[in-house]
T-cell receptor
């Protein structure tokens, strides 16, 4: 039982390049999330997916797209990377969106630098 | 505007003492509040959840209180140990009907042997 896995662990991009961050969970959770964490800003929600086939914007969605490929996988795409997207990205999952009390399980993070 | 405030200064505490962290919020009406621990270079790990109708929750050496009138949660680590050194994040339920959380910036705890 690996929990939430993310690839890659580290990535350096040049401005304008694109890339996809991958996330998978093996806990059969319905809900999945993408956050970014910046010094002094805390964790901010980019997008979330309440269930397979649905996605919704979070607090900071601009410059990102997501795909909920199936129940296990939720990917985050940067179409044209900008230096402002330099951050640590965390994927998380939780059991159910409609119940308000489920904790979120986080992956190990992807450290992205855009030059 | 909505705010979640945690102390930005690290809390340095002697081993064996009780560490107390504060989470204050404005313009939220959370149905529940969660606390997470984050170690450097790692993702947050869930510790405790407390609902709006609960005053206090305990788990081993951890205790959380939730005062919806004061709009404040306190997080206590009793008999602190060097292994408790980490950053602790509070998170509030953003709205009913989904499990969206809004996180505070975190408060670092350093337990001195």
């Amino acid at each position: 039982n690996a929990g939430v896995t993310q690839t890659p662990k580290f990535q350096v991009l040049k401005t304008g390049q694109s890339m996809t961050l991958q996330c998978a969970q093996d806990m059969n959770h319905n809900s999945m999330y993408w956050y970014r964490q910046d010094p002094g800003m805390g964790l901010r929600l980019i997008y979330y997916s309440a269930s397979e086939g649905t996605t919704d914007k979070g607090e900071v969605p601009n410059g990102y797209n997501v795909s909920r490929l199936n129940k296990r996988e939720f990917s985050l795409r940067l179409e044209s990377a900008a230096p402002s997207q330099t951050s640590v990205y965390f994927c998380a999952s939780s059991e159910d969106t409609t119940d308000l009390s489920y904790e979120q399980y986080f992956g190990p993070g992807t450290r992205l630098t855009v030059t | 505007s909505q705010k979640i405030e945690q102390n930005s200064e690290a809390l340095n505490i002697q081993e064996g003492k009780t560490a107390t962290l504060t989470c204050n919020y404005t313009n939220y009406s959370p149905a529940y509040l969660q606390w997470y621990r984050q170690d450097p270079g790692r993702g947050p790990v869930f510790l405790l959840l407390i609902r709006e109708n609960e005053k206090e929750k305990r788990k081993e050496r951890l205790k959380v209180t939730f005062d919806t009138t004061l709009k404040q949660s306190l997080f206590h680590i009793t008999a602190s140990q060097p292994a408790d050194s980490a950053t602790y994040l509070c998170a509030l339920a953003v709205s009913y009907g989904n499990n969206r959380l809004a996180f505070g910036k975190g408060n670092q705890v350093v337990v001195i042997p």
